[in-house]
């Protein structure tokens, strides 16, 4: 599979921007996708997480993010989107949208609620919050 | 600064040995057996290498192997090759509150 982030840019604090991650070469609708972040000051940080549908679409978001970022998904594009309201200038980093990594049995696979790893990763777009 | 402690760079030969460790708390990888490395080259997004401890994806060299003893868990690369030059994540479920926490990453340096 393969995931292209874009949407990433200059946005003023205060300010919104959405970012788009597409998917390819696997079944977007299944999957459990989530949004990473990466600074050089804290490293990784996990931003939020979307299930598929059918296993009911809910959202989990991290703290720093709650109540500013929405993560949504239009599986007729393949496509799944990060909403950022609210901007600061700690916001500033490289985001990476990912897919869940299924736990597997012999017979089948199925996600967790919790924690697992993340799979395939895009290159990232990079958002700069500043004035 | 990151929830998991990994030592900033580690280096080695061509066909040499490198560990590079990872050390949480009780909360994190001491409680669950669920921590999983990254690999990640410039300007390129990271690469599940270990999930589950010591499991390895499809597609990842049997050189790369993972292990787990109380709070510290440990990435081992054997036979080092030139394109393991990279850094290394580690990361771990760390419970409902906080979902994962992630290590600041090794820079491997193949001499």
């Known amino acids: 599979g393969q995931l292209v982030e874009s949407g990433g840019g200059l946005v003023e604090p205060g300010g919104s921007r959405r970012l788009s991650c597409e998917g390819s070469?696997?079944?977007?609708?299944?999957?459990?996708m989530s949004w990473v972040r990466q600074t050089p000051g804290k490293g990784l940080e996990w931003i939020g997480r979307?299930?598929?549908?059918?296993?009911?679409?809910?959202?989990d978001y991290g703290a720093p993010v709650r109540g500013r970022f929405t993560i949504s998904r239009d599986d007729s594009k393949n496509t799944l989107y990060l909403q950022m309201n609210s901007l600061k200038t700690e916001d500033t980093a490289v985001y990476y949208c990912?897919?869940?990594?299924?736990?597997?049995?012999?017979?089948?696979?199925?996600?967790?609620?919790?924690?697992?790893?993340?799979?395939?990763w895009g290159q990232g777009t990079t958002v700069t919050v500043s004035s | 600064q990151s929830a998991l402690t990994q030592p900033p760079s580690a280096s080695g030969s061509p066909g040499q040995s490198v560990t590079i460790s990872c050390t949480g708390t009780?909360?994190?990888?001491?409680?669950?057996?669920?921590v999983s490395w990254y690999q990640q080259h410039p300007g390129k997004g990271p690469k599940l290498m270990i999930f589950?401890?010591?499991k390895r994806p499809s597609g990842v060299p049997d050189r790369f192997s993972g292990s787990k003893s109380g709070n510290t868990a440990s990435l081992t690369v054997s036979g080092l090759q030139a394109e393991d030059e990279a850094n290394y994540y580690c990361?771990?479920?760390?419970?409902?509150?906080?979902?994962?926490?992630f290590g600041g990453g090794t820079k491997l340096t193949v001499l």
């Open positions: 070469g696997f079944t977007f609708s299944t999957a459990w």
């Open positions: 979307i299930k598929s549908k059918a296993d009911g679409g809910t959202t």
């Open positions: 990361s771990s479920y760390a419970g409902s509150n906080d979902y994962v926490v």
């Open positions: 990912t897919t869940d990594l299924p736990y597997c049995s012999r017979t089948t696979c199925y996600f967790l609620d919790f924690y697992y790893g993340m799979d395939v």
């Open positions: 009780s909360s994190d990888v001491g409680s669950y057996n669920y």
């Open positions: 589950e401890v010591s």
